[in-house]
């Protein structure tokens, strides 16, 4: 049959009403359970659908919020500002600038324009390579600098760099640099304190730092604000007892011996008798805090307050004192002090000219080894380590400063009379200058010690009794003897006000033995003796070339810090010396 027959049959087919699919080309071969197997899935699809909507929307609904505003909304911190620091007439001695801190996306700068990036580097003072090597970061945030000055950070706002931001932070500037730095301190960058009265008043400078909520867009601009967490509170104000004219005498006059001598380091301290307030504390070498790029260890060290060393002479007051006090002596009591040495066991201890035989207030005045060695052999050993530990030697200073030493002083068990006789002048005991002037507070007081505050105080302290007030009366009377002609310090006198101290030179051990040729000259000392408002202690380390002793590097030291402190304090004079009278002859001590 012809392709044409076929056509005309089917069509005549239908038109009989023969169904269309009853013809063998159009019949369905499929199964029927595929039709319903189709069916199914879609309705699974759909049922998952309907399931997940549920899930997303019901049950995940925190969740999806939060990853969400992770995308756009962030938490910006506001810093407090960190509280000053005055000294005790309210001149500022550290405050906080605000400056800006400089940032970066690393992925908006990849295609930055190299001269701006050029430009940037210069602003930021940093070299081409080390800025690329920031940006290099696999990280999403990168600090560029910190603490930039907010005119350079215009600058660089200035340039328009995609992905470059600024953040408000503070940095610490001292207005007196170098002249109280051991005392104040300074900040790290992130603003917490790292030496001295920085470090010790960290809690309460600080402040509470607060933030905030803000939606941001992709170039971490600022789009809404969203809402406020915690509002920032500002650190607390620091009042110190510092007196800034007195800080800049002492640091001028140390600076100035320690040149003059040729010394390696030197230090001073000066304590307001009747307040127990540190007035000024000055060490050189020093630094200056707002540049620490060049600091060394050398110039970090608070010498006043870290080193020990052997006070020598100054030591010799408390074993006279004690004895006085024990009324085992009087200031007129005799001894025999030989041609200048004196043996015990296979030790012999030296006075530096002979005093034959002299009474107490000489043996102070002269400085007589071994005057003092006999008044500390009639004691017992107990009662001299109880007496420097009640003074504060070997204990650990409460303060609140950081870095305060303890010293070392040896139980009294172990001392055998060679060694009790060389601790009775200054020799096996270690202090501090600071500990050594706080000491002497039982001289210039009545016989009490009081503590020392590195912050003003309003309210004067009660003490503790370490010796009579007559006791130390009569002390002050041999002290004053030191400065007067025939004295170990006559240096150390003031014009038109009565002084008095004592001088201490003691040798540096090195490998384990004194040193020939190394020493540490100290003088400690009060004024005006009538009624004492000063106590001073100076102390130089190493004095070049022949003059080393005490009277002599240290004295003068005290007599220059003294004379402009009680001047500025507007101290009543209280004698008629009108310049400082050295005989040719004056005895110097050596040990």
């Given at each position: ?35 319903r197997v ?97 940006l ?38 001292y ?10 301190g ?54 110190l ?20 001598f ?6 001073a ?43 020598g ?34 030790h ?30 009639g ?77 003003k ?34 240096k ?68 220059a ?11 009543t004079?209280?004698?008629?010396l ?14």
């Amino acid at each position: 049959m012809s392709r044409g027959s076929s056509l005309n049959s089917s069509r005549v087919a239908a038109a009989k009403g023969v169904p269309f699919s009853k013809s063998p080309v159009l019949a369905v071969r499929l199964p029927v359970w595929r039709s319903r197997v189709v069916l199914f899935v879609l309705f699974a699809a759909f049922a998952a659908l309907a399931g997940r909507a549920l899930w997303l929307q019901g049950l995940s609904t925190q969740f999806l919020q939060k990853q969400g505003e992770i995308r756009y909304a962030r938490t910006i911190d506001l810093p407090a500002t960190r509280g000053k620091i005055t000294d005790r007439d309210g001149q500022v001695l550290a405050s906080s600038l605000p400056v800006k801190a400089i940032w970066a996306i690393p992925d908006d700068l990849q295609n930055a324009p190299k001269a701006k990036l050029k430009e940037l580097a210069r602003l930021l003072e940093i070299s081409d390579f080390e800025l690329q090597k920031k940006l290099d970061s696999d990280r999403s945030f990168v600090y560029l600098k910190r603490q930039v000055e907010p005119e350079v950070a215009e600058q660089i706002a200035k340039l328009g760099l995609e992905g470059i931001q600024t953040r408000k932070e503070y940095k610490r500037y001292y207005p007196q640099g170098e002249v109280t730095t051991h005392v104040v301190g300074f900040t790290n960058v992130e603003d917490i304190g790292q030496e001295s009265m920085e470090l010790a008043q960290q809690k309460n400078l600080v402040g509470q730092p607060g933030s905030r909520r803000v939606i941001k867009d992709r170039l971490g601009r600022i789009v809404e604000d969203i809402q406020s967490v915690r509002e920032p509170h500002d650190g607390k104000d620091l009042t110190l007892s510092i007196d800034s004219k007195i800080q800049y005498i002492a640091f001028t006059q140390v600076k100035d011996a320690v040149e003059k001598f040729h010394a390696k380091a030197g230090a001073a301290v000066v304590l307001d008798v009747h307040t127990g307030e540190v007035l000024a504390l000055a060490n050189w070498p020093t630094y200056n805090p707002n540049d620490r790029s060049k600091l060394t260890g050398e110039q970090l060290r608070n010498r006043v307050m870290t080193d020990t060393f052997e006070p020598g002479s100054s030591l010799k007051p408390f074993t006279v004192g004690l004895a006085l006090d024990e009324k085992r002596i009087t200031p007129h009591t005799m001894f025999d002090t030989g041609n200048g040495s004196m043996v015990i066991a296979d030790h012999v201890i030296h006075d530096t000219h002979p005093h034959f035989v002299i009474d107490v207030q000489t043996i102070i005045q002269k400085s007589s080894n071994i005057g003092t060695s006999k008044i500390a052999l009639g004691m017992p050993s107990q009662d001299m380590w109880e007496m420097f530990t009640k003074v504060g030697f070997g204990q650990q200073p409460k303060w609140g400063f950081p870095g305060a030493v303890a010293g070392r002083v040896r139980p009294y068990k172990s001392w055998r009379p060679v060694e009790q006789a060389n601790m009775s002048f200054g020799q096996g005991i270690s202090v501090s200058l600071i500990q050594l002037a706080r000491a002497y507070m039982i001289f210039a007081r009545d016989g009490d010690i009081i503590p020392l505050s590195f912050q003003k105080v309003h309210e004067a302290p009660h003490g503790t009794q370490v010796i009579s007030a007559k006791t130390a009366a009569q002390m002050r009377e041999m002290l004053e003897m030191v400065t007067q002609p025939g004295g170990s310090a006559v240096k150390a006198q003031v014009p038109g006000y009565r002084v008095g101290g004592k001088t201490g030179t003691a040798q540096k051990v090195v490998n384990g033995r004194y040193s020939q040729t190394k020493y540490i000259g100290n003088f400690v000392g009060m004024a005006p003796m009538t009624n004492p408002r000063f106590i001073i202690a100076v102390m130089i380390d190493e004095p070049g070339g022949p003059v080393h002793v005490g009277g002599d590097v240290a004295g003068p030291v005290f007599s220059a810090l003294a004379a402009n402190a009680l001047r500025a304090k507007n101290v009543t004079p209280d004698s008629t010396l009108t310049h400082i009278i050295i005989p040719d002859n004056a005895a110097q001590e050596k040990m």
